[in-house]
C-alpha cells in the first residue's frame, strides 16, 4: 500500500512540475514586425505602424509593452456613446466638486501602468479617447483625450487630462499634473503650472506665469487676473501676485 501510495505522489509531482515547465508567451518572445496599415487595437505581432491605424482604439493587451504610431491614427472609440451623459451630469459635478476638489490630492492624472504604452507621432483623430498609457507628439482632436505626454496641440471640445503637457490646449476641461504653455478651458488645473491658464476657473499647485479668469487660485506666487485671486499669501479682487 505504501509503494503504491508513493508511486502515485511521484506521478502527481512530476506532472505538476511538467505543467510548470510550460513556457508562457511573452512579449520579448512574440516576433514583432513594422507595417504601413493596421487596425486598432493593434495585433501584439506589430510594433510599429508607419502609415495609418484605424479602428475602435487601443485597450489593454498583457502581450504589449510598447508599440509607436507614426503617421495618422484615427479612432471611432465606443467611450464617445457616453459623452451625453457626461454632459448632462457635468453640472452637477461641478457644484459637489468633483473637478475643483481635486488640487488638494498629490495627483490630478494617475496612469495605470497596466495599460500598453503607446507611442503616437502625428495626427490623433479620435471619438473617444485613448485611456492608456499613451504619448503623442503632435496634434491631436478629439472629444476627450487623456495622455501620459502631450507634446503639440490637443483640441478636446471636453477636455484633455494628462501627466505632462508640453504647448497649447482647448477644451472645457483641462487637468494636468505638469504643464507648460497655454491652457484654454472652462476649468483648468494643474500641479505645476509654467505658462498661461486662460478660463472661468483656473487651479495651480505652483504657479509659474499668469492665470486669468474668473476665479484664480494658486498655492504659490504668481500673476492672477481675475474677479477673485487667492495664493498663498493673500485672496484680492482683480490682481494678485
Known sequence: MKTKF???????????????SIPVPTFESIATHSQIFSLSPISKKVDKVNGLVFGVGHYQ??????????????????????????IIYLPEMIERGT???????????????????IQMNGLNVSAGCFFTNSSINGLNISLLNRFNKMNGISVTPLGTQANVMNGFSVGIYNGF????????????????LKGIQLGIYNSAHSLKGIQIGVFNMSRKNGLQLGIWNVNNKRSMPFINW
Do not use: W
Not at 493587451?61 to 457626461?86: A, C, M, S, W, Y
Not at 473637478?99 to 504604452?117: C, G, H, T
Open 6 to 20: 508513493l508511486l502515485l505522489l511521484v506521478l502527481v509531482t512530476n506532472f505538476i512540475s511538467a505543467q510548470d
Open 61 to 86: 493587451n498583457r502581450h504589449v509593452e510598447k508599440q509607436t504610431i507614426n503617421g495618422i491614427n484615427v479612432d471611432v472609440n465606443p467611450i464617445g456613446l457616453g459623452i451625453p451623459i457626461f
Open 99 to 117: 473637478f475643483l476638489s481635486r488640487i488638494e490630492s498629490d495627483s490630478i492624472v494617475k496612469i495605470d501602468a497596466n495599460y500598453p504604452r
Open 177 to 192: 499634473n505638469n504643464s507648460n504653455g497655454l491652457i484654454i478651458g472652462l476649468l483648468n488645473e494643474s500641479m505645476q
